[in-house]
Structure formats: C-alpha cells, structure tokens
C-alpha cells in the first residue's frame, strides 16, 4: 500500500521581507518633533507591519495622533518606512 502523496497547499503571500517577520525595534511616538530614536526589542514580537491594522496604526504613529501607540517593527520594515537610516 502506496500511502497518497500529500500536497500541501501553500497559501503564502508574496513579500518581499518574508513570511513572518518579527519585530526588532519599537519606535515610540513622540509628541516634540525630532527624530525617532528606536530601541531594541528583548523578546518575541510580531512585527506590526504584518497587522491587519496596521494602516491605521501608521497614520496614527506619523502624524503623532497618539502620542502612546508604539510601532514594533523588524529592521527591514522600519527600513523601508525610512524610520532608520539606510
Ligand atoms: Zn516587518
């Protein structure tokens, strides 16, 4: 007896930082202008680009509607949102 082959169906969305990205950085809202210094994550924390709220969160964090909400992001993210130098 031949077991049947198992096709497993991957259902991965194209991106180009990969599958999972974890967050490496929080970058505190801050109400004062001035540039956002990160400070680096001790711990396992999905990195907020991938949230389904994740619009929503941004525009709140850039236009510092609230000056509590916290981005967690991987380096690649906060890269790509020019949030850290290139
Ligand atoms: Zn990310």
Known sequence: MS??????KVAVE???AGA????ELIFYARAS???ARPVEILGQYA???????????W???NTR???YLHLFLCENHARA???IGK
């Open 20 to 23: 999972e990205c974890r967050a």
């Open 81 to 83: 949102l020019g949030l």
């Open 65 to 67: 509607q609230n000056p």
């Open 59 to 61: 525009t709140e964090w």
């Open 14 to 16: 194209n991106s180009s």
């Open 3 to 8: 077991a049947p082959e198992k096709k497993k």
């Open 47 to 57: 990195c907020d680009y991938r949230r389904p709220d994740w619009e929503h969160r």
């Open 33 to 35: 202008s001035g540039e």
